[in-house]
């Protein structure tokens, strides 16, 4: 069926550190979506990336969608980070699939 | 420009009590999305609205959800009557068209005792 898992479920960072989250998806996708969703609950769009790379700031993510996954990298990370990773895709006839999220922790 | 606002940011009520929650989307998007979100879990779709038409509610429990878009702007989503397992943020979320990228509101937490 269709599926979309995310890893790690869980991650503490060192405040500065770098990390990469890893969305794998069980088939072809139209769409490919990641947002933070802060402690308050707002799900704040990072980016819109079906297929390719592209940057924002400390931010950036790839997707290679021939082989069905995609990354999100952050670097030097800051409190302000944490939260939960939300990473949602669009399969051919299909509403947009969340993952079960990575919940980051940075502390300082 | 201003995102997707929703009302209220939290309501508490009684079960059997009816709740309704409302969502003005980002101007100019044809689209908008209702979403449940559980504790622990990402959002999942109740149903998505092409302008005032209601498409894609497969998920939206119809005995006691309901959920309407008039002239295609906000939308109302109404719960009636309340039960216990209807605690849950619910999400209101809009995009240019089906398949653009999507923007979500702040949701509206309820709790229902």
């Known amino acids: 069926g269709i599926q979309v898992e995310q890893s790690p479920p869980d991650l503490i960072l060192q405040e500065g550190a770098n990390s990469t989250l890893r969305c794998n998806f069980s088939d072809s996708v139209n769409n490919l979506q990641w947002f933070h969703q802060n402690p308050w609950g707002q799900l704040i769009n990072l980016f819109y990336i079906p297929s390719g790379t592209k940057q924002n700031g400390r931010l950036s993510a790839t997707t290679v969608a021939t082989e069905r996954y995609s990354l999100l990298y952050i670097s030097s990370s800051q409190t302000t980070d944490s939260g939960v990773y939300f990473c949602a895709v669009t399969f051919p006839g299909t509403p947009l699939v969340f993952g079960k999220g990575t919940r980051l922790s940075v502390i300082a | ?113």
Do not use: M
């Open chain 2, 1 to 113: 420009e201003a995102g997707v606002v929703q009302s209220p940011r939290y309501k508490i009520i009684e079960k059997k009590q009816p709740v309704a929650f409302w969502c003005n989307p980002i101007s100019g998007h044809n689209t908008l999305y209702w979403y449940l979100q559980n504790l622990g879990q990402g959002p999942e779709l109740l149903i998505r609205y092409e302008n005032e038409e209601a498409v894609d509610d497969s998920q939206l429990p119809k005995d006691r959800f309901s959920a309407e878009r008039l002239k295609g702007v906000d939308s109302t989503l109404k719960i009636q009557p309340a039960e216990l397992g209807d605690s849950a943020v619910y999400l209101c979320a809009s995009s240019l068209y089906r398949g653009y990228e999507q923007y979500f509101g702040p949701g509206t937490r309820l709790t229902v005792t």
